[in-house]
Each structure stands twice: as C-alpha cells, then as structure tokens.
C-alpha cells in the first residue's frame, strides 16, 4: 500500500479498505476515545483519588496515634494518680494559715539550736502567687561558718518547705583573724497553700 492508494480511500467505502487500513483507523478511533475518557472523566478522579490517599495516610496516622494511647491507657491513668498523689504529698508541705506562726518558731528554733545569734527575724508581708502564698521573712545571724551549715541543713530538714534567698555571709568584725564570727543576712522563704477562695 503506498501514498497513491492512501489518497483513493473512500470514507463512503471503508468496508472494502484493505486490513491495515482498517486498523490504522480503529487505532486512531480507540486513541481518541481514550483520550476523551481519560480528559473529562479519569482525569479529574486522579486528582480526586490523590486527596482521598493523603487523607487515607492521615487518618491512618491518627489512628495508629489513638490506638498507642488506648494500649497505654492503664499506664497513663495509673501515672496520673501518682503525679496526684505526689502532689498531694507537696501540698501537705505547705502549711495552711493556722500552721504559718509555728512554722516560723520552727525556724527560729532552728537557728538557736544552730547557736546562731538573731540580729533581725521579721516577716514581711505575704505574696500571693497561682495556688501558694510566699512569706518572705528577713534575718540576719551571727555565728561560725559550722553554725551556718547547721542552720541550713536543719530548715533543709524541716518537715515543711523553707528556701533561703539572697546570702550575704561577711565577717562581722573585720581583721580579727581566725575563730570570728561571721553575720549573714539573707531572707528565708516559706509558703502555703492558698484554699479555694484564693486565701
């Protein structure tokens, strides 16, 4: 078959075309019927399922993510009681109102068993934070270095929480040696527990 019988075909007469002919047309038939199908239909279900797949490796990772927490959800619950009983534990060391004017005979109990010497023990006014109230209490003492570290490691001791802040340690009489004694002046820092009703 060459260009000459190519150019007699008679579209009235494709039945009687020769078989490669034929095939040529129902080739280029089936190429343009699945290039339409492809462009008006498949197309825009491509770019459908390509968000459903996203959305699939999402969801997919959410529940992968839930089910993690479900297997461990006895560990968590039973963490959750012991972070509250570990702060329970906490709050029971912070005094209530009633307990602040013992606390503070326990520190100065504290520093006279240390044998320090109270040059200054004042409370200052309190200040109230998010669920704890600070009074802040002023001291200066005299005393050895031995009798300082006494003094700190019993309020370390005590059965309610006292912080000190700001040290000052300087010798209080200047040029006399070994064996004087030294003043320190710092501010103690206990706390308690505001109620409910934020008092």
């Not at 498949?42 to 990772?61: A, C, G, P, S």
């Not at 370390?156 to 040029?175: M, N, S």
């Amino acid at each position: 078959m060459n260009m000459n019988d190519l150019k007699s075909l008679d579209f009235s007469e494709i039945g009687e075309w020769p078989l490669p002919a034929k095939l040529v047309v129902v080739l280029v038939v089936v190429a343009l019927v699945l290039g339409g199908v492809y462009w008006f239909v498949t197309r825009d279900q491509l770019v459908v399922l390509k968000k459903e797949e996203i959305t699939e490796v999402r969801l997919k990772n959410e529940f992968e993510e839930k089910q993690a927490k479900v297997v461990n959800l006895d560990k968590y619950q039973q963490q959750i009681e012991e972070m509250k009983q570990s702060f329970g534990a906490m709050l029971r060391q912070l005094p209530n109102k009633t307990e602040v004017a013992g606390l503070l005979v326990d520190v100065s109990q504290t520093g006279l068993g240390a044998g320090l010497e109270f040059e200054l023990f004042q409370p200052q006014s309190e200040i109230s934070r998010e669920f704890y109230a600070e009074l802040p209490i002023r001291i200066e003492v005299t005393g050895g270095y031995h009798e300082f570290g006494d003094f700190v490691s019993g309020l370390a001791a005590l059965p309610r929480i006292v912080t000190l802040h700001d040290v000052e340690i300087e010798p209080q009489d200047k040029g006399k040696g070994k064996g004087s004694k030294l003043a320190m002046r710092a501010t103690a820092k206990t706390y308690r527990y505001l109620d409910e009703g934020g008092k």
